[in-house]
């Protein structure tokens, strides 16, 4: 226990979901709140035979020594994360991990995030408003009800722009259309930092190279380990080979192999798939399980057509074995 908190290490404090399949914790984590900075990483397990769960760290309060994790539950592990509540702990959260965002003063940032990316993008844009920079930010998602964070990135935005596919909320369309509308006007940015689904920052970075513009992207998805153990996270970036978890998860968009990163980002399809198959199948025996042993059994009594032929006791009373079947119900 820490003894000015009362909380225990990994505590979650705050489960709160926020959109459709997505879920936000605040969880008490001392040494990460200390040391955390804008980009970095945890590393999450909810118990000893749970998958390890690389996470951005989407905010820290380091007096109450709080960080602010957000999940998209797409399959077993991040199932197991959202089965957790209030008051129950995370058996580890480690980190900080991944190199930082650089944050320095540059003139104009354009921080671009869709669906569950603008999770991470949002510490950095916090990171570079403070700095000193003029923020723009463009957030956006399929609809508005899987938009996220949105007052949060207002806080630290000049300007906020929003963009849904189906029209839902702000621009009907993608954040690349606001991208291009920005550039078309003629602002002049310095940096873009994009983060989100690997076609959207592909699409950025593509946009953003034809007008010179430095792009920082995330490639945070396909980690694994989270410390280099692994090499699953292997990527090309400017033709030579780097470790997303430990050599980024930033990188320049106009170095990174994306044909390479689609290509890493459905190589674990299959095992997830099976994986999320046999969870739900065993969900489904536990649950069975359960209602075998809820079910009363039932008292032995007499047939209707003899007992109103005697005064006996109509319940005939129970065996030794269902009388032990009934106890350990």
């Known amino acids: 226990m820490s003894g000015k908190n009362e909380h225990k290490v990994n505590e979650i404090l705050l489960k709160e979901q926020i959109a459709p399949s997505i879920t936000l914790f605040k969880v008490y984590t ?5 040391n955390v900075k804008a980009g970095q990483f945890v590393v999450v397990r909810t118990d ?8 951005t760290v989407a905010d820290v309060d380091q007096e109450s020594q709080v960080i602010t994790l957000i999940v998209q539950v797409v399959g077993m592990a991040t199932r197991k994360m959202d089965a957790l509540n209030a008051g129950e702990v995370f058996l580890d959260v480690v980190g900080p991990l991944g190199t930082p965002t650089e944050i320095k003063k540059v003139g104009t940032v354009v921080s671009i995030g869709g669906g569950v990316g603008v999770a991470p993008v949002y ?4 990171a570079f408003k403070k700095a000193g920079n003029r923020i723009i930010s463009i957030i956006g998602a399929r609809t508005k009800d899987l938009i996220i964070l949105k007052e949060e990135m207002r806080a630290f935005s000049d300007e906020l722009y929003i963009a849904t596919d189906d029209g839902t909320a702000g621009h009907h369309g993608f954040v690349t259309d606001e991208l291009k509308r920005l550039i078309d006007g003629g602002e002049e940015i310095n940096l873009v930092v994009a983060i989100g689904p690997a076609l959207m920052m592909r699409a950025v970075s593509s946009i953003t190279k034809e007008h010179g513009i430095k792009t920082i992207v995330s490639l945070n998805s396909i980690m694994v380990d989270g410390t280099g153990m692994c090499g699953g996270c292997r990527i090309s970036v400017g033709g030579r080979t780097k470790f997303v978890c430990v050599d980024g998860p930033e990188f320049d968009g106009h170095q ?6 689609l290509q890493r980002s459905e190589m674990y399809a299959r095992e997830e798939h099976h994986a999320m198959w046999d ?17 009363r059994e039932p008292m032995p009594k007499q047939d209707p057509k003899l007992r109103v032929q005697n005064f006996s006791e109509v319940a005939l ?13």
């Open 30 to 34: 001392p040494v990460v709140a200390k």
């Open 48 to 55: 000893d035979y749970a998958e390890r769960v690389p996470l």
């Open 317 to 329: 009373g129970y065996t030794k074995e269902q009388a032990m079947r009934e106890a350990s119900r």
């Open 256 to 261: 990174v192999d994306f044909d390479e990163f």
């Open 123 to 126: 510490p950095i844009t916090k």
């Open 279 to 295: 969870y739900e199948c065993r969900l489904m025996e536990a649950e069975r399980n359960l209602k075998r042993a809820n079910r």
